[in-house]
């Protein structure tokens, strides 16, 4: 039976559900967890916290109880005194956390509790003794709260951005060992990048100049062919690409990278070279930003034609990239280069 004093909420049966734990340090953290807890409503997840679901009157234990049943999942908003009233078991924090220890060491391998930082200065942060060792989300920096939220959000729903890709087959089975070499050697995932940033080292004149960056809906394939000294060109033309563009000197512009959708994406082509960045939009929304480091040929077998970069995608789909890190110094095209790549 309902406590008279409990609300209760409509039931979306396929909604996940989620158990809010936080310690009351102050309004402005009152705030904030109110509105990350009405934004994931809006977002499909049945929230259930203690000021919508425990009226004046009403009864806090049964509330509380929550935490402990297996249909929920608990964010555990990890601010400096709720560390403290966890460990000390103090408040409401320290019921919860006992209920939380007992569940969590109950199975040593489940993700019933997702720790999220915020009020919490030091590095590491301060982790009750129960949520140490387990991956944590990071909200305390503002700037990167959006990239945060959809990571959060996508654990919540079961879509990480960072999915396992499919399981291939064995390359070397049924084939000779010339066979197998060559489906070693020529695998795509050879010309992949599954992380959100990174340094690439990519020899365009192989694998059609195809190389992609990221992975799920967070993927870009960049598509580059040869053009002149130190230049290259990028194409709109893979499937998972909408729009391309070019930043000149981007280094010495970065105040225009806070939106890098100002710059012209109408065309099917660009044209950048060292010091450059390509601007990447894919068919999911998601932005990418290449930095060109180096363009130049080297001898091998035959010549190479290689480009150097680093790139970033930002997960929260927004075309900011105020925060990019360039790389300390930038490359001519080397002495080994042809005079013109044509």
Known sequence: MKDKGEHTLPENIDAPQVFMSYSHDDEAHRAWVLQLSTRLRSNGVDVCLDRWNVSLGGNLAHYMERAADQKYRVIAVVSENYSRKCNEREGGAGVEAQMLSARLYENLDSDAVIPIIRNNPENPPALPAF????????????????????????EIHGVPVDAAPPLGPNPLEGRTAVEASLEVRNSQERWHNPATRGDVEFVYSQNSGSYRLGSG??????????????????????GDIANVAVINRA?????????????????????????????????????????ITKVHAREALNRELVINFRYEIQLDRTPNFS????????????????????
Do not use: C, I
Not at 255 to 274: A, I
Not at 323 to 341: K, N, Q, V, Y
């Open 251 to 291: 280094r010495e512009r970065s105040e225009l990278l806070g939106d890098v959708s100002q710059f012209d994406l109408s065309s099917r082509s660009v044209t950048p070279g060292v010091g450059d960045a390509v601007v990447l939009h894919n068919r999911n929304g998601f932005w990418a930003l290449v930095y």
């Open 217 to 238: 809906t967070a993927q870009f394939t960049l598509d580059v062919g040869q053009r002149g000294l130190g230049t290259v060109y990028v194409l709109n033309d893979p």
């Open 323 to 342: 925060g990019f890190e360039f790389p300390h110094s930038d490359g001519a095209p080397t002495s080994d280069g042809p005079a013109e790549l044509q």
């Open 131 to 154: 949520l140490k060792g387990r991956m944590y989300e990071d909200f305390r920096d503002d700037a990167g709260q959006e990239a945060a939220y959809e990571r959060l959000l996508r």
